[in-house]
């Protein structure tokens, strides 16, 4: 996506970067959960004064020496890339968190600054604290590699956008944002009645944080009771592979095939024949094992867009205390009681028909965590605010 700047324009001209490993011409990319975030996040940043452009400064090295190499010595790299960019005529750069920042970022944002004073930099960190996040030699090696150089950031940082709401993240002042989605792009579920079966969903791109085990262990020791009444899990997306086997092999230790469907990966109409078999949608279980105590995922905005209730185990930040349509469970390790999810579900069928449940649900969204409203702290800095 190529920034056209017309001179003598009033409106805010600013740049996206991000540095992924997708191909955002791709004709599917919308199916991709990060990919079609960054995308809603520029449309929102599209409005009659600002315009916004994608760059994506992804680097295709594999080698682990190499790109060890490119960290910490490699200055230039981003620059050259955006050598095609006369940053005096940039307003804005809106940038999504770099992982591990590197040498080359930080002389990157130098190099603006250094042209362009004035040039608002903000940097969007999605989870916050994210130390918790990276596990393992490999994770433990990155978030060394990050602590050196994001020290550095406060130097040339306007903001740092947060789902958090910490007033400060590593001495930059924020902008606190609620994670948002474009509801538009989103179809809330056809279903328009009950079911005596309950069916549960999980999407996401699996890791130690969602806690899915807990729910896979939940559903084993009610099936241990012999119950009548049968409650069903569809498992969708991939992720951590080692997550991901720990789940399919208690499915089949338990014996539990009959009662949870891992699909793998599903787009399009695909996933959503299977959101409209679907009576409950299930958050992130364990986000306090990353040390996470209030979430802002994006699947609990997808989910609701959908209309569809909740199980989660961390607070929604944007839900009230009473919210009627999400039932929390306990933050630890235990197994989830199924016959509380149960009881959630009953009490929503007394509650009202499912129709008025899906609209109430999804009217939430759309007044609240839209893309175009939780952006908009962001473009009123563009526009307004000054560094502090």
């Not at 975030?37 to 004064?49: E, G, M, V, W």
């Not at 069903?232 to 991939?238: M, P």
Request: charged content about 25%.
């Amino acid at each position: 996506m190529m920034l056209v700047i017309k001179k003598g324009c009033m409106k805010k001209n600013g740049l996206f970067l991000c540095c992924e490993n997708y191909n955002f011409d791709d004709v599917n990319i919308l199916c991709i959960g990060i990919a079609k975030k960054i995308i809603s996040q520029i449309r929102a940043l599209n409005t009659d004064l600002t315009n916004c452009n994608l760059v994506n400064l992804h680097t295709t090295i594999k080698n682990p020496f190499i790109r060890l190499i490119y960290i910490f010595f490699a200055r230039k790299v981003y620059i050259k890339k955006m050598e095609r960019f006369d940053f005096r005529l940039i307003d804005f750069v809106y940038i999504r968190r770099f992982l591990p920042l590197s040498i080359g970022f930080i002389c990157m944002l130098k190099h603006i600054k250094t042209l362009n004073q004035n040039c608002k930099i903000m940097y969007e960190i999605p989870t916050y604290p994210y130390d918790g996040e990276h596990k393992g030699f490999k994770g433990s090696i990155f978030l060394s590699i990050d602590k050196i150089f994001r020290r550095k950031l406060k130097h040339y940082v306007d903001y740092i956008v947060t789902y958090s709401r910490d007033d400060t993240i590593f001495d930059v002042k924020t902008i606190k944002i609620i994670n948002g989605i474009d509801c538009g792009s989103v179809h809330p579920i056809e279903t328009q009645e009950y079911h005596q079966s309950i069916r549960l969903i999980a999407v996401a791109q699996f890791g130690l944080w969602h806690g899915y085990d807990r729910l896979i262990e939940g559903l084993y020791e009610y099936y241990k009771t012999n119950p009548i009444r049968k409650v069903y899990l569809d498992l969708i997306g991939d992720g951590d592979k080692k997550v991901l086997k720990d789940y399919l092999q208690k499915i089949l230790q338990y014996k539990l095939q009959e009662y949870i469907t891992y699909h793998g990966l599903l787009f399009g109409e695909d996933l959503t024949r299977v959101f409209n078999t679907t009576d409950i949608a299930v958050c992130s279980l364990a986000n306090y094992r990353c040390f996470v105590f209030l979430s802002s995922e994006l699947k609990s905005r997808e989910y609701m867009a959908r209309g569809l209730p909740m199980l989660a185990s961390t607070k929604i930040d944007v839900l009230p205390d009473n919210y009627p349509y999400i039932q929390y469970i306990p933050e630890n390790d235990s197994p989830v009681n199924i016959n509380t999810v149960i009881m959630f579900y009953d009490r929503l069928v007394q509650q009202e028909d499912r129709n008025t449940q899906i609209s109430n649900i999804r009217r939430f969204a759309e007044m609240y965590f839209d893309i175009h409203i939780t952006m908009q702290p962001v473009i009123d800095s563009i526009l307004n605010g000054s560094r502090v």
